[in-house]
């Protein structure tokens, strides 16, 4: 998406613009000369209609009818008729280490890109691998075997993760339960900073969990938020139970 003639940026910038579709979602990420770079996320099933002029628009007028003023049909019908969709590739490896044989980085992880966390997960597992050397005054045997059984979990709920942000991105945020949740959390972040952090948070300011530990912390959050929900849900129905019955006294 070009900038405007004056050379200004068509949308708000400073946001990753994300237009939800359920199985699919478009995404649009600003460039510093104010251009945006828009990507298609979805099922091969959705390129298939990118074979001629009449599929491409037929797509971006019944699921993206807003954007195609701010891209330009012409620009749409260059950059996509007879485009195919490419693969994305999630890979968990286990052991990270095979004889003198030490996986880092995405030999070991690669991830999906919707959390942003690839390379520094990659760096992560650097800096874990000379701790670990440092640890066991560079004695490689032990300090491979013990980076290893410390990074697999590690980094297999990192690719969890970016798959579980991908389908919250394309989906879930569509949901008014995802906005009430997403209020609740940065409240009880605000009122509680070291008690509670919202799973976005650790996984970018708190190192000191880990990535599983961001995960479980998540499923337990989720536990409480549900149990939260259920008594506050009983207690409305005991109090319109109780206002009923009074007004038919």
């Not at 259920?230 to 207690?235: K, M, R």
């Amino acid at each position: 998406m070009r900038p405007t003639e004056k050379g200004e940026s068509k949308m708000a910038l400073n946001y990753l613009h994300i237009w939800p579709r359920g199985h699919f979602m478009l995404i649009g990420l600003p460039n510093k000369d104010m251009s945006w770079t828009l990507t298609l996320f979805g099922p091969k099933s959705i390129y298939s209609e990118f074979q001629n002029t009449e599929g491409v628009m037929g797509v971006f007028r019944e699921h993206f009818p807003d954007a195609i003023p701010l891209i330009e049909e012409r620009r749409i019908l260059e950059d996509c008729v007879g485009t195919r969709g490419y693969p994305m590739v999630s890979v968990k490896c286990s052991p990270h280490v095979l004889n003198n044989t030490v996986l880092v980085g995405d030999a070991g992880h690669a991830m999906v890109p919707f959390y942003g966390e690839g390379m520094n997960c990659g760096f992560e597992d650097c800096l874990v691998l000379d701790s670990l050397l440092e640890q066991f005054d560079n004695n490689m045997a032990t300090a491979l075997e013990k980076y290893s059984d410390a990074r697999c979990e590690d980094t297999h709920a990192m690719c969890d993760l970016a798959m579980y942000n991908y389908t919250e991105m394309r989906d879930t945020v569509r949901s008014p339960f995802f906005r009430a949740r997403k209020i609740m959390d940065n409240t009880l972040h605000a009122l509680a900073p070291t008690f509670w952090v919202p799973l976005y948070t650790s996984i970018r300011f708190e190192r000191k969990l880990g990535y599983s530990g961001c995960w479980k912390n998540k499923q337990w959050q989720d536990k409480i938020i549900d149990r939260a929900l259920l008594a506050g849900g009983v207690v409305t129905m005991a109090v319109l139970a109780a206002v009923f019955s009074c007004s038919f006294t």
